[in-house]
């Protein structure tokens, strides 16, 4: 757990310079595009590897997500009952639970076609929506829709919204209730307890 | 599933989620969307089991024995079938353009996609949409009411069940006076949407602290991004 705190901080403030002065939409598509054709093209992944994806989603798209915002966004209001010890924990589980959530729909949808919506934007704006859509055969497009702010280390993506929902906030209630029930101890042991099966394990054990 | 038995069936399970949405007040556990959480919780476990028996299994074993060309065309076929009405919604919802290209899809996939089994109008650049009567009353401000968990066609709102009485009814699917074709094409529906959702499947398995939760503000969460045709003011304040 220490381990990943560290790497957490870590990653959160020794981001590429390059990927900092990147625009919010260049940056979605370059990482959306360097990851997937990984996924695509790597043997072992494509035969079930799933440690090997979680490890790609840590070292390529951890850098540009800012998992205390989503934490916070999850929470909601709920977040001013947790002391700055237990928010520390909060991220680091909730980071556990998207990277692999995030992983298992890089896996199952990866030979679907991504396409980038245009995208424009003021100069000075700093909370911005770039739109993506997955293509289905047959169906509607599934639309992905990242949200990111600028802070001093470039822009981060602190929300994705898939097919209108978001992946963040849809725990809010879930959150809310688990706190109202065992306090945010009780949220931090449900998060744990999830953490523990399937595949997180894999992501822990690194 | 006579025609007879299964509208009746259809009304029953409806006059109980309205029932069920009028005695909002007994039953609670907090969530001011989800008054009647006992009720969905149970008919959620009841869609889930089925699921698993039934629908699940039948649509993994259509994914396999059928090749991906061959299921792309029957998904094509009934999108094709439902844009129709897609079209007769973008148009009650003031959105006659989009209704437009709804109705030159149906004509372009019927002819030139051979009865809908190719999507040549997407390739055309008539970009397929999502639309019904839930949506429609939705866009005339009707509000979304409680939500309910209805059996069989799992999760809705009071007022997306009202909408799905009126897809049904206009389902040209579910019209066919032919008893046998249109229960061969309506199990042929389920499966196929089944099978093209199995790998959503994976990721919400993964994603859930609690599956029921998950779903329920997935689904609300959708329901008004599709509304506002995936424009909705965002609300993040707490």
Not at chain 2, 185 to 194: C, E, K
Request: net charge neutral; charged share 25%.
């Amino acid at each position: 757990m220490k381990y990943l705190l560290g790497l957490l901080t870590a990653l959160l403030f020794s981001l590429p310079a390059a990927a900092n002065e990147m625009a919010p939409d260049v940056l979605v598509k370059t990482v959306t595009n360097e990851v997937l054709d990984t996924v695509r093209q790597d043997k072992e992944i494509r035969n079930g590897n799933s440690k090997k994806v979680l490890d790609l989603v840590e070292t390529k798209i951890l850098p540009h997500f800012n998992f205390y915002r989503m934490t916070q966004l999850a929470l909601g209001r709920e977040s001013r009952q947790a002391s700055p010890e237990q928010m520390k924990v909060l991220v680091d589980e909730f980071r556990t639970l998207l990277v692999r959530t995030y992983s298992k729909a890089l896996t199952e949808y990866r030979d679907q076609e991504i396409v980038f919506k245009p995208f424009k934007m003021a100069a000075n704006e700093t909370d911005v929506r770039v739109r993506t859509e997955v293509k289905q055969t047959g169906g509607k497009p599934v639309s992905i829709d990242y949200y990111l702010e600028k802070g001093n280390n470039g822009w981060k993506v602190y929300d994705i919204e898939v097919a209108g929902a978001s992946l963040v906030t849809n725990y809010r209630s879930t959150f809310a209730q688990e706190i109202q029930k065992g306090g945010v101890d009780g949220l931090i042991k449900s998060l744990q307890e999830k953490n523990k099966t399937g595949e997180a394990v894999a992501a822990k054990a690194k | 599933m006579k025609k007879t038995t299964n509208q009746t069936g259809f009304r029953k399970v409806l006059a109980v989620a309205v029932m069920a949405a009028g005695l909002s007040g007994c039953a609670t556990s907090g969530n001011p969307k989800d008054p009647i959480e006992g009720f969905n919780r149970a008919m959620f476990a009841f869609n889930d089991g089925l699921d698993t028996v039934l629908i699940k299994p039948a649509a993994k074993g259509y994914e396999a024995a059928l090749p991906k060309p061959v299921r792309t065309g029957v998904t094509n076929f009934f999108g094709n079938i439902a844009d129709l009405f897609i079209g007769v919604n973008n148009l009650l919802q003031g959105k006659p353009d989009q209704a437009l290209s709804d109705f030159g899809r149906v004509v372009i996939n019927s002819t030139i996609g051979i009865l809908g089994l190719f999507d040549v109008a997407t390739e055309a650049g008539l970009e397929k949409h999502e639309e019904d009567f839930g949506q429609t009353f939705g866009r005339w401000g009707v509000g979304d009411g409680a939500y309910v968990v209805l059996p069989f066609f799992g999760p809705r709102t009071v007022r997306d069940t009202v909408g799905l009485v009126l897809d049904v009814k206009t389902d040209p699917v579910a019209n066919l006076s032919d008893v046998a074709t249109r229960n061969s094409l309506l199990a042929l529906r389920v499966v196929d949407n089944r099978a093209d959702l199995l790998p959503a499947d994976k990721v919400i398995e993964e994603a859930a602290l609690d599956k029921y939760s998950y779903v329920r503000d997935g689904y609300l969460q959708r329901r008004r991004n599709l509304i506002y045709d995936g424009n909705p003011p965002r609300d993040l304040a707490d």
